[in-house]
């Protein structure tokens, strides 16, 4: 049940952010919030794998 609000939340704004990001910024800068978020979501993995494998 959690995770279809989370995903809108985190797909709604995106192409606006991606599109205010290249107006003000160029391509580049959308490249860089893509790997941004990208190395986030595999931190954030690597970290509950961290915390299963100590629980567990």
Known sequence: M???PASLLGTVPAP????WLAGRFGFGAVSYHRCAAARAS???????????VAVN
């Open 2 to 4: 959690a995770f279809n």
């Open 16 to 19: 606006y952010a991606a599109t």
């Open 42 to 52: 595999l931190l954030a993995r690597a970290a509950l794998q961290r915390r299963r």
